[in-house]
């Protein structure tokens, strides 16, 4: 089944204890994304990746870092988390890139809270 | 600042009835434009999109409406079934792969 999968879903951690949010694709996309949704913002971009070892800051990078050492991987790794990046977090791929006939496909979610 | 814009969080309709979701958006470089939608529990999923050398584009029930002079995009949704409740997320891009999200309209469609 072409899917997206993060992992974990759930994660409660304590400011200052680096974490990663692990994100796979079975699809052989080559564009892969990073998303957090907080209430009465929507969607915004964390960070994105157009190919292996290609990635760009997006609208909200400021605390995250970003990987792409394989094509089905993009984790996200929060080095020193603080309480407002409590957030539902999806990852996302496409074929290659946000563009009309290059729908995003996103995973579950994981929903971080960092006290 | 938000450059998509969804005014109404959320909208109550009756089965069978017409559900319409408005989306504003205010970068005119945006040229393609989307809906998503998204259950509980689940990552939004891809619904209907348009180019903007569209104004309109239908799939099944679903039909999304471009208007760029007044930079407006709506989806209509007829007739309304209650699996159609969710919310839903306008987004639009400019080709430079840093798409933007409204902030999202929940559909209850009510039996």
């Known amino acids: 089944e072409a899917q997206v999968t993060q992992n974990p879903r759930y994660l409660i951690t304590v400011t200052g204890k680096k974490l990663t949010v692990t994100c796979s694709q079975n699809m052989n996309h080559e564009y892969m994304s990073w998303y957090r949704q907080d209430p009465g913002l929507g969607l915004r971009q964390i960070y994105y990746?157009?190919?292996?070892?290609?990635?760009d800051k997006g609208d909200v990078p400021e605390g995250y870092k970003v990987s792409r050492k394989e094509k089905r991987n993009f984790p996200l790794i929060l080095e020193s988390p603080s309480p407002n990046q409590t957030s539902l977090y999806f990852c996302a791929s496409s074929l290659w890139g946000a563009d009309y006939n290059s729908p995003l496909h996103f995973g579950n979610g994981t929903r971080l809270t960092v006290t | 600042d938000q450059q998509v814009k969804q005014n109404s969080p959320s909208l109550s309709v009756q089965e069978g009835r017409i559900s319409i979701l408005n989306c504003d958006y205010t970068n005119s470089m945006f040229d393609y434009f989307l809906w998503y939608k998204k259950y509980p529990a689940e990552g939004p999923t891809f619904l209907i999109s348009?180019?903007?050398?569209?104004d309109k584009n239908e799939d099944g029930r679903f039909t999304v409406f471009l208007n760029k002079s007044a930079k407006h995009l709506s989806l209509h949704i007829v007739p309304s079934q209650p699996g159609d409740s969710a919310v839903y997320f306008c987004?639009?891009?400019?080709?430079?792969?840093?798409?933007?999200f409204g902030a999202g309209t929940r559909l209850t469609v009510k039996p």
């Open positions: 990746s157009m190919n292996v070892e290609v990635t």
């Open positions: 987004a639009a891009s400019a080709h430079n792969n840093d798409m933007r």
């Open positions: 348009i180019s903007s050398i569209k």
